[in-house]
């Protein structure tokens, strides 16, 4: 009798340090919340963007940590500079389960961090640079069994001059890293989805993407943090349980497609992120 097939699937991240959120994500789905005290460079390089800018600290990492039971306690640090040691202690100390470092461009970079760590927890590196991208099989090696990437589309793409987050990944950039991280078997993803029926992108076309990839990790896009009316009820409302599991099924749908049917999603995909890259840059010229 043939091996079953197992089942795909997608692992889901949600940034906050709310407490009660935090526990409400858990309970329906979330596999990792993701408490984020990355402050230094981040304004400078994307204080133009509508995007997530963390005030949270190491308080809220203790106050989330009591609210979770199943999923996991993640804590972005700042990049390398002269607190790194006390903050990974601090982290620790404070309840993560695993620690996260942005911003980093070399292998010495990934083996201090690693030395810092001392196994204490594990690590995820958010590969964000054009210089970690194209040096991926420098570091690679010094990682543990645990030990995850991430890359994260905003900064790359603005490292690179482009003008949408999802630019990289329509260009190809993304396709050698994935061979690499598959035949390593290190465990990856990138970027964030919003729910099933809403972003500038299709989230579905996002998705296909990870399947064709090999990705198993997604960073959960701000759209869901309406999801936070679980405890205020003069917020809207939306059903997080329900939205994950769309997610999810359209993600196992995505798995058990033929190549073709992710190739030609691959072509509407960067179809559409050129589009919007192209309008976004011609914009910024018509503002000159």
Same mark, same amino acid.
């Given at each position: 009798m043939?091996?079953?097939r197992p089942q795909p699937v997608m692992n889901f991240m949600l940034i906050t340090a709310d407490p009660e959120f935090?526990?409400?994500?858990?309970?329906?789905?979330?596999?990792?919340?993701?408490?984020?005290? !990355?402050?230094?460079?981040?304004?400078?390089?994307?204080?133009h963007l509508d995007t997530?800018?963390?005030s949270h600290t190491f308080s809220d990492v203790s106050k989330v940590r009591e609210r979770l039971s199943q999923a996991e306690l993640m804590v972005r640090l700042n990049p390398l500079y002269s607190?790194? %040691? %006390?903050?990974?202690?601090?982290?620790?100390?404070?309840? =993560?389960?695993? /620690?996260? /470092?942005?911003?980093?461009?070399?292998?010495?970079?990934? =083996?201090?961090?690693?030395?810092?760590?001392d196994e204490r927890v594990p690590v995820t590196f958010l590969l964000e640079t054009p210089e970690a991208l194209v040096r991926l099989s420098r570091y690679i090696c010094e990682l543990g069994a645990m030990d995850e990437i991430h890359i994260g589309l905003n900064d790359l793409?603005?490292?690179?001059?482009? %003008?949408?987050?999802?630019?990289?990944?329509?260009?190809?950039l993304l396709d050698g890293a994935a061979n690499l991280l598959n035949e390593s078997g290190v465990r990856w993803g990138f970027g964030g989805v919003a729910r099933l029926d809403s972003g500038i992108l299709p989230a579905y076309l996002i998705l296909s993407e990870h399947v064709r990839?090999? *990705?198993?990790?997604?960073? /959960? *896009?701000?759209?869901?943090?309406?999801?936070?009316?679980?405890?205020?009820?003069?917020?809207?409302r939306v059903d997080f349980a %329900?939205?994950?599991?769309?997610?999810?099924?359209?993600?196992? !749908?995505?798995s058990f497609h033929c190549h073709d049917v992710l190739i030609d999603n691959q072509r509407l995909f960067a179809a559409k992120a050129f589009e919007i890259g192209v309008a976004r840059a011609m914009s910024h010229i018509s503002e000159v």
């Open positions: 043939a091996a079953e935090a526990h409400y994500a858990e309970q329906s789905g979330v596999s990792r919340i993701f408490v984020d005290m !990355e402050v230094l460079g981040k304004a400078e390089r994307q204080g997530h800018r963390a607190g790194t %040691d %006390d903050d990974v202690d601090r982290a620790i100390d404070s309840g =993560a389960q695993r /620690l996260m /470092l942005p911003m980093f461009k070399t292998q010495r970079e990934v =083996a201090k961090f690693l030395n810092i760590v793409s603005l490292g690179l001059g482009l %003008d949408f987050l999802f630019e990289p990944v329509a260009g190809g990839l090999g *990705s198993s990790w997604v960073i /959960l *896009s701000r759209a869901f943090h309406q999801c936070s009316a679980a405890h205020d009820p003069n917020m809207t %329900d939205e994950i599991s769309k997610l999810n099924q359209a993600f196992k !749908e995505l």
